[in-house]
């Protein structure tokens, strides 16, 4: 076939753009204006315990995880108390929570690890978290954040759909959102901004039928298929 007869390759359709930082500046302050002191909802008592909690919490509710981790907690809230109750008890605590097996035994083995490299304490640094079993980036983002003060971001389903649905921060992975929220992310909100994400994903922009009708934000959204509120609302 000659090359001018050549059929024309179609074009992927353009992503509508993101928000503007004024846009973004105005969504972030009506969250933390909801929020004023947003913490995680997961239970813990120290930087051990969060990072425990925070590696269960995959594919599993906070509330779900709270449950499990709370007799746990009373056992064992270092790593040397947690390698001393062995993986088959710390298996029967958290049996409750999706993919317990597997979870348990990171729990053992990042403990253990805690203890050979780095005494036993939880490590400040992302590299050092992300190389413990069972902590990827998201977990290792939220360590940082809440424990250490960092302000991270950590991306997980919620807040990969406000993102997206908002137009804040759209991307096609958590890391291509997580970097693009870093970027247009106004200092003011950089600390507190994965818990506001991540509450107003949980409580009004939910995954099925978000709440719409009683978003702070609605305006700024450029989400098209809005849900109407429902009759005698």
């Known amino acids: 076939m000659p090359a001018s007869a050549a059929k024309p390759k179609k ?22 204006q909801d929020h004023p002191d947003p913490k995680t909802e997961l239970d813990y008592t120290n930087p051990y315990t969060l990072l425990v909690a925070v590696a269960l919490s995959a594919q599993a509710t906070d509330v779900g995880v709270n449950k499990a981790t709370r007799l746990l907690f009373q056992e064992a809230d270092t790593p040397e108390k947690m390698v001393a109750l062995g993986e088959d008890h710390v298996r029967d605590r958290v049996k409750t929570i999706g993919l317990f097996r597997t979870k348990a035994k990171n729990v053992i083995a990042l403990s253990q690890l805690l203890i050979e490299r780095h005494g036993g304490e939880v490590p400040a640094d992302q590299a050092a978290l992300e190389a413990l079993p069972g902590v990827g980036r998201k977990t290792a983002n939220v360590v940082m954040n809440e424990a250490f003060g960092v302000p ?51 409580y009004l922009c939910k995954a099925r039928k978000p709440e719409c009708w ?12 809005k849900t109407p509120a429902p009759k005698g609302a």
């Not at 846009?23 to 969250?31: C, G, P």
């Open 214 to 225: 009683r978003c702070p934000v609605e305006d700024i959204c450029q989400f098209k298929d």
């Open 11 to 32: 074009r992927k359709p353009r992503q509508p753009r993101g928000l503007n930082r004024e846009q973004a500046h105005d969504l972030m302050a009506r969250l933390a």
């Open 152 to 202: 991270t971001i950590a991306v997980d389903t919620h807040i990969f759909r406000v993102s997206n649905r908002t137009r804040l921060a759209p991307g096609k992975d958590p890391l291509a959102v997580e970097l693009r929220l870093e970027k247009i992310m106004p200092d003011e909100f950089r600390q507190g901004a994965h818990h506001w994400l991540i509450l107003h994903g949980r």
